[in-house]
Structures are given as structure tokens and as C-alpha cells.
């Protein structure tokens, strides 16, 4: 893989245009994932989409470390990746203490990239699911967004947002998601050939269903509806 397209956010901060998801349900093993991820910076990838509740960060901190080993890469600066908190933690002086256990969990100083996972927030530690209705309370965004705003001061994170405007402006980043070694290749393989006028407009006519069904991680209740309702 030569050329990959990539997009600034702020000033400093350039994510690479595709990116690999590294959730799994069930969550995939520890090795398994491993050599998955160090086969994708072998064919490519440099984005890397983690998260605490995916159990995915260990195993990409364990590829990060063997694809310097190999001499896949250089140095971790060649890598853009995302993580975020998780919903036990949406509390002010929690948010710090979370992106400390995220590092330290990749075997990284910083991460490119900070997200809030679920706008909400979960009285106990709880990372399986469904999720007991009684322990999801609303999330104080503000003061969460401190908390946030300080691991960028405290330089564990480069980026912590994005304007929407600016996304929609700039066009839109991908992450894709395969442990398949030949299509993680095959997702790659964009960026030296274009669709003809035809075959663009072939796409565009075809018949599309945007609504998306699937059952909440977080269980058989609407109270997530609710809370995104007021914010």
C-alpha cells in the first residue's frame, strides 16, 4: 500500500482516511486479534479504531509493539488511534483516570484521538450486556467535556472532536472491519482508479433502504432514547 488520503483535524492532528474497527462480538481472543492488526499494518492500515469496552485495546497495544519489532513501521507516530470512554466512567474526575487505563492498556503515551462512547453514564462498572436500566443515568456532557478537554492539555490525546460542519465539508473518514487478510488489502485498494460516469450513476440508481435495525447493547429499554432526546 503506497499513497492514503488523509484529513486534519485542528492544526496538527492527520487521520488517515480509512481506518480498521477492531470491535468483535464476541470479543475475539488476545492473539487472534493480535496478528490480525499486525497483518493489517503490513497491508496498510495506519488508523486503528479502538475502544475499553471492545477489550481490544490490549491486543493492538501488543501489535503496535510487534509491527516496530518486525520493522512494519517505524515509529508508533506513524499511527493514528482513536479509543474512548466508557460509559462507567462518564464522571468528571473519572474521565483522567479512564484515558490512563486506556494507554496503559495499548502501551502508548498518547492516543491520536479521544471520543465519548455513549452519552450516558453507568452507576457501576459494567462492561457486558444488556445493561440493568437502573444503572443508566444521564451524563453531565459538560463536565464530562472538561474532563476531556484536560487529557488534551495533559497531552494524552491530540483530538478530543470534530466540528460536523467541517466533516461535512470535508467529506467523511471510513472505518472498515475484516481480520481477513485478503480483504483488508482488497478495503485499501481505492485510491488508484475511479468509477466511470456510468457505473457511478448505475449506484446511484440503486434502490437503497437508509433505516438501520439492530437490538441495543445496552438492552431492551428506551431510556438511551430518552436522554439523547433532551441533549
Known sequence: MGYMPAITLGQ????????????????????TAKNAI??????????????????????LGEAIAEALRLGLIKSRDELFITTKLWCSFGHRDQVVPAI?????????????????????????????????KDHIVPMDIKLVWEGMEECQKLGFTKAIGVS??????????????????QRMRENL??????????????????????????????????????IDAEI
Open 12 to 31: 496538527t492532528c492527520v487521520m488517515p482516511v480509512i481506518g480498521m474497527g477492531t470491535a468483535t462480538y464476541p470479543p475475539a481472543d488476545v492473539e
Open 189 to 226: 485498494g481505492i485510491f488508484d482508479w475511479s468509477l466511470t460516469e456510468e457505473e457511478s450513476n448505475k449506484i446511484n440508481q440503486l434502490p437503497q433502504r437508509k433505516g438501520v435495525t439492530m437490538a441495543s447493547i445496552l438492552g431492551p429499554h428506551d431510556l438511551v432514547l430518552e
Open 38 to 59: 499486525v497483518e493489517a499494518i503490513r497491508a496498510g492500515y495506519r488508523h486503528f479504531d479502538t475502544a475499553f469496552a471492545y477489550r481490544s485495546e490490549q491486543p
Open 100 to 132: 490512563k487505563l486506556s494507554l496503559q492498556n495499548l502501551q502508548l503515551e498518547y492516543v491520536d484521538l479521544y471520543l465519548i462512547h455513549w452519552p450516558i453514564r453507568l452507576t457501576q462498572h459494567i462492561n457486558s450486556t444488556p445493561v440493568p
Open 164 to 181: 460536523l460542519r467541517w466533516v461535512y465539508e470535508q467529506g467523511v473518514s471510513i472505518v472498515t472491519k475484516s481480520f481477513n487478510k
